[in-house]
């Protein structure tokens, strides 16, 4: 593996520059649960300070993606690595530099919300006096603090949100993945999300890779790697995806691209 | 944001990094058992039944000769009580790797195995916080039983402790071993049929080997190959200030073997991707 050139400014990332440290590379990847090939041959990046949408419907091999770039599962083909850390070679060193949300809730519903920060900090080996300081901080940002003590098992669905993007972030990493964080929450909550999302990415420049079914959570700037029964069928900046499907706005660009994907040049 | 593209060299993780990870991996499984309270009155209901009810009926069928590490005639309740120590934490032990599975089913699992920390150590964190639960356990189970004539010398209580962590080691990584091949929840339950009764009753727990000899030498053998036995002899010869050192060698390989094989069972390239999904597949 050749030592990638470290860059100077994240804004400057080009797109397809492979010297370029990426946030997120995955490089043909593919994996399969016996017969069944969940995913095939995927690549994309994620830069840095960017928000990419990962646009898949259900089944689409999203969630497993995200097993093995957090390594619950191991990479059967390919790589996956985060700034240049290869997740398979040095986990350690990859996983440090990345906070995850999952779909599923992950929170210690009994714990109170401090306590659920305080115990993801030691898993990262931060230690207790830094620990209470980040935790504080987070709290007062997602605006939970009057909340620190009570127990998450009260908080409502977007709170838990917030709290598990806080959490998330605790250790100050440099690629965010968030695997369908607005399924089931009202408009406000979402819109909440959303917006505290982009703002990691132009203020704190965090890489997110944002998977979604939802059209609606993208925006114009955006990159987009549509992503369909494995495949990864398209993939650059939002615009550039809509105008080489033939299509106006993201809903038609999505269906004609999982539409066509047997006429042999249909994919990207 | 300052270095944000440049690649950091490996820096690894320092002394003090695992320490932190694994207080707060045992402050965790504390608060958690904490929050229980059913969890803790039934672990100590349990032994206690067998102690209060079935030992007092069984003490008058079973006559017990003095065998070591007793130095007179004891009461039945006075024998089975490291019996029911290692029950304990037998027990305990099964129930964190059904916490286990129940957090590999909603997820909680994920939140310790994306730390960055090496896996084995993140499992043997894990193993360590449920020994640590066991031993308040049994450590109340022998406060109750003093009041019950139950009562070694009182160096005992100290000398029984490396005992008590040793075979919640071994108990507890048998029960994460065994986690990694269940695949949902409700085959918990079958499997607490197959390893629970058969190892607390195939052992020295309830009757001295040299009675279960005399009436089936098969069984005696199954006994004596039966790694409980050995956590329940440890424990009784720690309780008195004396080591049983087969038995310490028993438990402690045991250990080491169990603990290895979940592990690799809970590595990534094997045992979980083999599963396919952990729930949530999207």
Redesign the interface.
């Known amino acids: 593996m050749t030592?990638?050139a470290?860059?100077?400014?994240?804004r400057e990332?080009p797109r397809s520059d492979p010297a370029?440290?990426q946030a997120l590379s995955i490089d043909g990847v593919s994996h399969s649960?016996?017969p069944r090939r969940?995913l095939i041959d995927v690549s994309f990046n994620v830069r840095?300070?960017s928000f990419t949408a990962l646009l898949?419907l259900?089944?689409?091999g999203?969630?497993?993606l995200f097993?093995l770039i957090?390594?619950?599962?191991?990479?059967?083909t390919g790589r996956v690595g985060i700034?240049?850390?290869d997740v398979?070679r040095?986990?350690?060193?990859?996983?440090?530099l990345?906070g995850?949300v999952?779909?599923?809730?992950?929170l210690?519903l009994?714990?109170s919300l401090t306590?659920n920060l305080?115990?993801?900090?030691?898993?990262?080996?931060?230690?207790?006096r830094e620990a209470a300081a980040r935790s504080a901080e987070l709290l007062a940002r997602i605006g939970l603090s009057d909340r620190a003590a009570s127990k998450v098992r009260d908080l409502s669905g977007g709170q838990m949100r917030r709290l598990e993007i806080a959490r998330a972030l605790l250790h100050r990493p440099?690629l965010l993945l968030l695997?369908?964080p607005t399924v089931g929450l009202d408009v406000k909550a979402r819109a909440d999300i959303i917006s505290h999302v982009r703002q990691l990415v132009t203020e704190?420049?965090i890489g997110v890779l944002w998977?979604t079914?939802l059209f609606d959570e993208i925006m114009a700037g955006d990159d987009l790697v549509v992503l369909h029964q494995g495949k990864v069928l398209a993939q650059g900046p939002m615009s550039s995806v809509i105008t080489e499907a033939g299509a106006q706005d993201v809903n038609t660009a999505f269906m004609r691209l999982t539409g066509a994907q047997t006429i042999p040049g249909g994919g990207a | 944001?300052s270095s944000?593209?440049?690649?950091?060299a490996?820096?690894?993780?320092?002394a003090?990094?695992?320490m932190?990870?694994l207080?707060?991996?045992v402050?965790?499984e504390g608060?958690?058992f904490l929050?229980?309270r059913e969890r803790f009155v039934s672990a100590l209901v349990r032994p206690l039944v067998w102690l209060f009810i079935f030992a007092a009926g069984f003490r008058q069928v079973l006559g017990i000769s003095i065998i070591p590490p007793y130095e007179t005639y004891i009461l039945y309740e006075v024998f089975i009580a490291p019996g029911l120590m290692a029950m304990i934490q037998l027990f305990n032990g099964m129930q964190s790797s059904l916490s286990m599975v129940y957090d590999r089913e909603?997820?909680?699992m994920?939140?310790?195995?994306?730390?960055?920390?090496?896996r084995g150590f993140?499992l043997f964190c894990k193993l360590l916080a449920g020994t640590a639960v066991s031993l308040l356990q049994v450590y109340a189970f022998l406060i109750i039983a003093w009041f019950w004539d139950i009562t070694p010398p009182p160096i005992g209580y100290l000398t029984v402790l490396p005992a008590l962590i040793l075979s919640g080691l071994m108990l507890g990584s048998l029960g994460m071993l065994i986690s990694s091949g269940i695949k949902q929840l409700e085959n918990f339950a079958g499997v607490m049929n197959f390893v629970i009764f058969p190892m607390f009753f195939a052992s020295s727990a309830l009757y001295p080997l040299w009675r279960v000899q005399e009436g089936s030498p098969y069984l005696y053998y199954v006994c004596q190959a039966n790694p409980f036995t050995h956590a329940v002899e440890l424990i009784r010869f720690a309780l008195y200030g004396q080591i049983n050192w087969v038995s310490l060698a028993v438990v402690g390989a045991c250990t080491i073997v169990f603990m290895i094989a979940a592990i690799y069972a809970y590595?990534?390239?094997?045992g979980?991707?083999r599963r396919?999904?952990?729930?949530?597949?999207?």
């Open positions: 030592s990638p470290p860059i100077a400014e994240p990332t370029a440290v649960y016996g969940a840095p300070a898949g259900n089944g689409a999203k969630s497993t097993s957090t390594r619950l599962f191991g990479i059967q700034f240049g850390h398979s040095t986990p350690g060193e990859a996983l440090r990345l995850v999952f779909q599923p809730r992950t210690d009994d714990l306590q305080l115990y993801h900090a030691a898993l990262h080996g931060i230690s207790r440099r695997d369908e704190q420049g998977a079914h | 944001m944000i593209t440049t690649r950091d490996p820096r690894g993780f320092s003090s990094e695992y932190t990870c207080t707060g991996i402050w965790r608060l958690r929050h229980q909603m997820g909680n994920r939140t310790l195995l994306v730390s960055p920390l090496p993140l590595d990534p390239s094997r979980l991707a396919g999904p952990a729930g949530g597949e999207g």
